[in-house]
């Protein structure tokens, strides 16, 4: 996945190839790792204000709340890969003939 980006709301964008997971807000240890985040300085908050529906968690330990429902997150993402990976065989079929 190269640099793609992906909409988490708003107008905010993430990088895919940075994302670790994507998860639900309501789990104890969810909230815990979200606390600690906002401790350490590493919570990105991009919501505006809205009901945090997930919680993306970065390589680099950032954590990125947002509005979006985990499943759309995770088809945006899914979306991206399916048509990088279409444009890569594309591009295979091409070098063949």
């Known amino acids: 996945m190269k640099n793609s980006l992906i909409n ?5 964008v993430v990088s895919a190839s940075r994302v670790v997971a994507v ?6 240890p969810i909230k815990k790792l979200r606390d600690e985040a906002r401790e350490r300085g590493k ?15 970065t390589d680099s330990d950032h954590i990125i709340l947002s509005a979006i429902q985990v499943e759309t997150i995770t088809q945006r993402v899914s979306g991206r890969m399916t ?11 091409t070098k063949k003939r």
């Open 8 to 12: 988490i709301g708003f107008g905010n």
């Open 43 to 57: 919570l990105i908050d991009a919501t505006e204000g809205k009901k945090t529906r997930s919680i993306i968690v």
């Open 23 to 28: 998860v639900n807000p309501g789990s104890s």
């Open 83 to 93: 048509a990088e990976l279409k444009g890569n065989e594309e591009t295979d079929e």
